[in-house]
């Protein structure tokens, strides 16, 4: 369960730091915590067969590993 607190201060944390100018959302600072994020948190929910949100947390966290490996071309 820790895992999931984790993962919870880092989406919000990432989140407070983008909202606040502190960091870009295409930054790779921003993305992996998101990534790594749903990561711990889908787990949880894989554990606890909360299926919608443990889906969510995959595609969440593959979007912002792929805006990782694959950054946009005008940057």
Request: charged share 15%; hydrophobic share 55%; proline share 3%.
């Amino acid at each position: 369960m820790a895992g999931a607190y984790i993962g919870m201060c880092m989406v919000v944390g990432a989140f407070a730091l983008e909202t606040r100018g502190r960091v870009s959302s295409r930054s790779t600072l921003y993305l992996a915590s998101m990534a790594g994020g749903q990561i711990l948190l889908g787990a949880r929910a894989y554990d606890t067969g909360e299926w919608p949100f443990a889906f969510l947390s995959i595609i969440w966290a593959g979007v912002a590993l792929l805006a990782i490996a694959k950054p946009r071309v005008d940057e």
